[in-house]
């Protein structure tokens, strides 16, 4: 197999204190002081192989080591140990302002951000225009780029890193800074790009995007290449070992606890506790409860979240009409079932609560603490399914 991309034993140290200046004079004070430097592995001991024309997504929480290994990618970044190759030419974006002079114009920036990538001038003179109307930046593209907005870095880095048809992509979580308009027109020229059977590698806490775009994900986590697979399992399994250290969702739970959840399991159609589930098949989710006293008219609700943190829907036994009813003191269980489960291939997040029928008192809740999978059995694209018929 071709590979656009090689890693071996891959690793990068920075020294965070202790380092002085690299002289004589620091060299003697290091040692009449007995100053001992500290060490950080941004990334070590990475193993791993990109094919040409695969689309690698980079999750985890922030300060894992996703941005260094992108670096180590581009070549901006030089290993403390091991090895990277890529085959190909690279353009990356990595950070606000990368490749650009403050005091240039955006067009003279054009021009240099195309020499460092190694573009002959020649070029990019054709694909100028190009450049430009993706970048929207008409009226601006003759001022000093000191006076950008972050988005207009953005637009024009993104508009030259793709225009000079590179062979291996490589994106920072810049574009988060982007409008939505222009995101969407990143993410179509980042299918262009698939459909040309280049290789992309992004960094991204967006990951539903993920899910979406790439064929296969890292999980970085301190500095370790942790898990590598398809983006369901990945993200599956930074949703519930990571959550909360500085990524999309933090885990919350609070309560007067006169009624405490004890236990839940996420039940498939056999009567499983299972994490994954067929589109179209059927979840139920068998709540475990201790009631301290009794309790009038407790309300049972849930709301569902993407994996990116969008609110998909939530209901109790109130709003769904249900009588009310006493529940005595001691263990009891309350079912909710979704059969036919209608979403679509992705990753969720499962809110529980339990809160008086005034809703004056929250007596437990679990806010996203219940991550669970859904896989296609179908090819029909989207988040949920809707009962159709053609006639």
Known sequence: ?????????????????????????????????????????????????????????????????????????????TPTEGRIKAEGR?????????????????????YLNAALLGIPR??????????????GLHEFIDQPV??????????????????????????????????????????????????????????????????????????VYKGDLVKKGPPPEVILEM?????GEGGTIYAQEFGSREVEIKDV?????????????????SLTVEIEYVAHQEIENPVFGYSLKTANGMYLYGTNTQIEKLPPKTIAEGPGVQRIQFDPLLLREGNYFLSLSIHSWDHATQFHRREDWYPFAVKNVTDAPGMVTLPTTFS
């Open 1 to 77: 197999m071709n590979y656009a991309i090689e890693a071996e034993n891959l690793g990068k140290c920075y020294r965070l204190r202790g380092l002085g200046p690299q002289t004589m004079f620091g060299a003697i004070h290091r040692a009449m002081t007995r100053q001992k430097p500290e060490y950080f592995w941004a990334i070590r001991h990475a193993d791993f192989k990109i094919p040409k024309g695969c689309t690698v997504g980079v999750v985890g929480p922030n300060g894992a080591g996703k941005s260094s290994t992108l670096g180590l990618a581009a070549g901006t970044i």
């Open 90 to 110: 690279i353009s990356s974006l990595l950070e606000l302002g990368a490749g650009f002079h403050p005091d240039l114009t955006g067009r003279e920036n054009v």
């Open 122 to 135: 020649e070029d990019i003179r054709k694909r100028f225009d190009a450049i430009l109307d993706f970048s």
């Open 146 to 219: 000191k006076n950008y907005s972050s988005g207009m870095y953005v637009r024009l880095g993104f508009a030259v890193a793709t225009e000079v048809d590179p062979d291996i992509l490589l994106v920072d979580e810049v574009l988060a800074v982007g409008d939505i308009a222009f995101q969407l027109k990143c993410l179509d020229r980042i299918r262009q790009f698939q459909k040309k059977g280049k290789t992309l590698m992004f960094v991204s806490h967006a990951l539903q995007t993920v899910e979406e775009f790439c064929d296969e994900a890292f999980l």
């Open 239 to 243: 949703i519930r070992n990571y959550s």
């Open 265 to 281: 399991k996420l039940l498939n159609d056999v009567g499983e506790d299972v994490a994954r589930f067929n589109a179209g098949s």
